[in-house]
């Protein structure tokens, strides 16, 4: 038997079509062979590199159901495209899950002109890998019922609620499998774009990371999560994975150079094509930081196949023994270089080439097969040793063009559509009738350039370098592919017409398709409407979490690129409606260059001012976030008087607030509560658009002039009751809640911060719920009552702040809780735990619009995650300035490495650190004077715990009196503080009678605002010092009372202290 009749009896031996029937026609073209998709799942030369990826999750196994400890990992293959990398993690699937165990994987997709809008999701391969999930948990009966019993937990634990949301938003298939339909109402999410913006990146982190916490804690197996292709990965995605990789820092009972994994049972592997990534990518400086940081990375390289291997393919492929396929072999070695996809490409097309031939045809074929790949070679200048990957897309694409032309067409559609589709998209889209598309999709699956679930009716391009020929086999004239996509989205266009919902299903699809040929659609009214739709989408986009703000701003300035020159005349409306929802978007990315040319556009061609406010606002925004007070203030009065409802540009310090407070104390004596509560919604256009900007102020005022913070909320409540209800009242009466409790009026303050709260329920103002608990939260901290209340507040603003995006509330609100605990005197670890749970999210994530308002929380950050002596080095400090030269977040860290100094007993290191805040004092001149003032605090102390000298005695006052004389002007937080110190500064030096009035001075305010570790900390320090000069029963009395402090506001773990310094005081006292 020739080498043709023995090839072509094993290859007709299984066939099928796509449909279930045979077709007469073309039978031998139409068919699926069965053992082709067979053997690119068959894996050659690899036997050695799965038995480790195995041995890796056994060993997981073996530690996750003892409960040892096993460090964080990754496995990460390496190696060129088509060398067999995913073919290899893929090879232990079905082993993982006859075990028992969980596999799950997820994609990133290369960018280019045909990627689609669901395809440029910042998490899309976790998103598909959650999918996944959902589908195996679904199998397991017992563990679904465990989950859903997690999530159900405590209706009071914030965090279950949190989960919920994001469940609910981010991955619909697992939310729909987890939680209960009927709850669907219970917790709806608000679309604020703006806020939606912030939040995608910190939402979605923080979900995932929790997520699989939860899942971990109750499943019974390890969890393998494959990401293919990581050298796609973008930034955020790539600081997801590194927040799984890092090992949780060490208890104080474990060793220092323990490293735990925090999510133990969980298998991360990655495939990357190591030839595309460079030294200084992002992906190789994170594996560089894990790795430092103790995460094992164990690196797999599969090597090109062998002559062995590829007769041995060769062999399952024909039928015949493998030693009769040398000749072969050889030839296709000669043109493969050992690629596993290129070898199985060729040997495919080279069999099929066989069947049409007889005789002495073969071997002219095999002498002569090479002949025009080794031309090609020679002339682009490849070496033997290297298979290019244009080289591959090139043949594979040569192949492609053998195929019917229906088949070529159908393949040039799919790859405009971004590789993946569904047959309803496919028929709609295609100029064919669906049994061409039946007839033309079966033979791509044939050829195995397809993969096709026909009972999701589901299908995409197998390989990257398949998408890549597929995209090659379009025309090469750039008017020419313009006009293919345009028509294509018209084609989907016309067949959606009639039905609603198909054109909301494949609306982003039309419109992306429409955009690739946008320079050939002449027609104006045409291109109007697709502006239109890209407004429209642009805001959908926005809107959804799973999408990058660059996705919607991109859909925005196409939407203006297709509108005339004299778009602003023409089509004034879209016009401005595209112009400023492009600023809102560059402003949510940080981009403050362009945000000013946007607004200066708009404000130039507006027709009225009211035209012009929108613009106005995202302005304010991105100049404070900018740090630029001066001219955020500025521009917000200007917009005020234009508007008629202005602020005063000048007050008295006490005259101008109290004529303000007054006027708004005469204005509410003649409403009742009920009033309030019931009051019509605003319909004055102008008056709504002031409460709006005067919201946007606040920020900026108690960044820069706190005292203007009174007239924010006292000026809402005042347009509220003439006006109208609208969401920014309840933000109003909850700011002028926290004026009059600062102003010492807390009966008065509480009961309006009630009314707030009542006001957010009662008329669903969802996007400012988070700055009315804030804002509740924050307000009893200046009055005299246990510190739980407060908390609560705070929990539920961190909470709704991440449910409706509003991450500057979330941060501030989640850093307040950690200072507060921190500031009752709670444990050191106490406030530690919560600070991981209450700003995982924060930690790391800071966002471009928060770089004015960084909470003076953060400074004690570094302090209070866990940092050990040993990570406290000036190296450090210096390999964080060198990747962050300036701005506020460095401050804030500097500022927690002089607190962690001084908590850990290294007094030199924070003076190091205090010299090296002084060095770069130009860099910082944005950060805000609240801040800066924490930090002149903490410096204070330093200067004071090295009083020793009087140099550093003498630096410690003058920060102590620069404290205050800010202090003249603020809320009075530091007085206490102050008073503290120099009270510690005279007992050292001998003055005891002044240090004791200080000391007693130090109590009466912390008391007087709630300081509450404030005043047990001065009592302690009080007593500390009468025990020294001898009066020990007014020490004892000190001591008494700040045990009882201590004991009643939860810093229990102080009490053995004081009471073995009492017993020792007790015990010196002459009987």
């Known amino acids: 038997m020739t080498l043709y009749e023995q090839s072509t009896a094993n290859s007709r031996t299984s066939s099928v079509s796509l ?50 400890g096993e460090p964080s990992q990754l496995v990460l293959i390496n190696g060129k495209s088509g060398i067999g990398k995913s073919a290899l993690a893929i090879s232990i699937r079905e082993d993982i899950l006859s075990d028992g165990g969980f596999y799950i994987s997820g994609k990133f997709v290369p960018e280019s ?64 499998l987890l939680l209960p339909s009927d709850d669907a109402d219970k917790a709806v999410i608000t679309k604020s774009t703006r806020q939606k913006a912030n939040a995608k990146t910190h939402a979605f982190t923080v979900f995932f990371r929790r997520f699989l916490n939860l899942f971990l804690s109750c499943a019974d197996a390890p969890l393998v999560i494959l990401l293919d292709d990581i050298q796609r990965a973008d930034p955020d995605a790539l600081l997801l994975l590194e927040s799984l990789l890092l090992p949780t820092p060490p208890n104080s009972s474990e060793t220092e150079d323990s490293n735990r994994n925090e999510y133990p049972g969980l298998v991360l592997m990655a495939t990357c094509r190591s030839n595309e990534v460079a ?42 023994p493998s030693h009769d396929c040398h000749p072969m072999a050889l030839l296709v070695m000669q043109e493969t270089k050992g690629n596993a996809l290129f070898a199985h490409q060729f040997i495919q097309s080279l069999n099929c080439r066989l069947e049409t031939m007889e005789g002495d045809d073969l071997d002219d074929n095999l002498s002569s097969g090479g002949s025009e790949s080794e031309e090609e070679s020679k002339q682009s200048g490849l070496s033997n040793s290297t298979i290019s990957d244009q080289r591959i897309a090139r043949w594979i694409a040569r192949q492609m063009k053998r195929l019917p032309e229906v088949a070529q067409y159908l393949l040039k559609v799919i790859s405009c559509l971004g590789g993946q589709f569904d047959l309803l998209l496919l028929e709609r889209t295609c100029s064919l009738s669906a049994s061409e598309v039946q007839r033309a999709l079966t033979i791509c699956v044939a050829q195995t350039f397809i993969h096709y679930d026909s009972d999701q009716q589901r299908g995409e391009m197998t390989h ?12 090469a004239n750039t008017s020419e592919r313009a006009l293919f996509h345009l028509q294509l989205g018209r084609n989907l266009q016309e067949s959606c017409a009639s039905d609603n919902s198909i054109m909301q299903t494949y609306q982003i699809r039309i419109v992306d398709l429409m955009l690739v040929g946008k320079e050939e659609l002449h027609n104006s009214r045409e291109r109007e409407n697709l502006a239109l739709w890209c407004l429209q989408i642009g805001r959908e986009v926005a809107m959804n979490s799973s999408f990058a703000a660059s996705c919607a701003i991109d859909y925005f300035e196409r939407g203006l690129e297709l509108l005339s020159r004299r778009r602003w005349r023409d089509q004034y409306d879209l016009s401005l409606a595209l112009t400023n929802a492009t600023a809102e978007l560059a402003y949510c990315q940080g981009n403050h260059s362009r945000v000013q040319t946007l607004v200066d556009e708009v404000q130039a061609n507006a027709k009225s001012f009211m035209d012009q406010v929108q613009a106005c606002m995202t302005s304010i925004l991105s100049l404070g976030a900018q740090s630029e007070f001066d001219k955020a203030i500025a521009l917000g009065q200007n917009v005020l008087e234009q508007l008629g409802h202005p602020l005063p540009r000048r007050i008295g310090l006490f005259g101008g607030i109290h004529r303000e407070l007054s006027k708004t104390r005469k204005m509410l004596n003649g409403f009742e509560e009920s009033d309030i509560l019931n009051l019509k919604p605003i319909k004055n256009p102008k008056a709504k658009a002031a409460m709006t900007v005067i919201q946007i102020l606040h920020p900026v005022f108690a960044s820069s002039y706190p005292p203007y913070t009174v007239f924010t909320g006292s000026r809402l409540v005042r347009l509220t009751l003439q006006f109208g209800f609208s969401p920014t009242s309840a933000i109003g009466f909850a700011l002028y809640s926290l004026t009059l409790t600062r102003l010492g009026n807390y009966g008065e303050g509480k009961i309006y ?19 009315i608990f804030l804002t509740l939260g924050m307000g009893p901290t200046f009055a005299n009552r246990p510190f739980p209340g407060v908390l609560s507040h705070l929990q539920r603003s961190h909470v709704k702040g991440l449910q409706t995006g509003d991450i500057e509330t979330s941060m501030r609100a989640a850093a307040c809780y950690v200072w507060i605990r921190f500031m009752s005197g709670a444990p050191l670890l106490d406030v530690k735990r919560a600070l991981i749970e209450s700003m995982s999210m924060c930690d790391d994530h800071g966002s471009s619009t928060s770089k004015g308002f960084v909470s003076p929380c953060d400074m004690i950050c570094t302090a209070l995650m866990g940092k050990t002596q040993e990570s406290l080095s000036m190296d450090r400090v210096g390999s964080l300035c060198r990747m962050e030269p300036n701005g506020p977040k460095l401050f804030c860290t500097l500022c927690g490495f002089l607190v962690a100094g001084m908590y850990l007993n290294k007094r030199d290191f924070a003076h190091q650190v205090t010299i090296e805040l002084y060095k770069r004092r130009k860099a910082f001149r944005d950060v805000g004077p609240f801040l800066r003032s924490h930090c002149t605090f903490w410096q204070a102390v330093v200067f004071a715990s090295l009083g020793s000298s009087r140099k550093c005695t003498r630096r410690a006052r003058r920060l102590l009196a620069k404290l205050l004389r800010w202090e003249a002007c603020n809320p009075p937080i530091f007085t206490g503080k102050v008073c503290l110190v120099e009270a510690l500064l005279d007992a050292n030096a001998g003055r005891k009678d002044r240090a004791l009035s200080l000391f007693e001075e130090a109590v009466r305010h912390s008391e007087k605002h709630g300081y509450i570790g404030e005043q047990a900390l001065a009592l ?42 009492i017993l020792l005081v007790e015990r010196s006292i002459p009987q």
């Not at 053997?39 to 996750?64: I, S």
């Open 753 to 771: 911060g009630e009314l707030a709260e009542r006001q957010t329920e009662m008329h669903n103002c969802r996007d400012c719920e988070a700055k």
């Open 464 to 475: 990257d370098k398949f998408l890549e020929a597929a995209a090659a086999l379009l025309s």
């Open 279 to 320: 030294f200084r990518d992002p992906l190789s400086e994170m594996l560089r930081r894990v790795e430092d940081n103790g995460t094992q990375i164990v690196d797999i390289r599969p090597a090109k196949l062998g002559m062995d291997a590829i007769s041995q393919m060769i062999a399952d492929s024909t039928g015949l």
């Open 113 to 176: 002109d045909n990627q689609q809008s669901h395809q440029r999701q910042p998490f899309a391969p976790y998103v598909s890998a959650l999918n996944e999930l959902a589908l195996q948990i679904s199998d397991r009966e017992s563990l679904l019922q465990k989950i859903r019993e997690r999530l159900a937990g405590d209706e009071r634990d914030f965090r279950a609620e949190e989960l919920h949301l994001l469940l609910r938003d981010l991955v619909p298939s697992m939310s729909s």
């Open 19 to 68: 449909s279930g029937s045979d077709d007469d026609e073309g039978n031998d073209q139409v068919a699926i062979e069965e053992d082709w998709s067979h053997q690119r799942n068959r894996l050659y030369d690899r036997e050695d590199q799965r038995q480790l990826l195995l041995d890796r999750y056994y060993r997981v196994r073996d530690c996750f159901r003892t409960d040892k």
């Open 1020 to 1061: 302690e320090k009080a007593g500390m010092m009468l025990v020294d000069i001898a009066s020990a029963a007014d020490a004892i009395t000190y001591l008494a009372k700040s045990r009882e402090i201590y004991r009643i506001y939860g810093a229990a773990a102080n009490v053995p202290r004081l009471d073995e310094a």
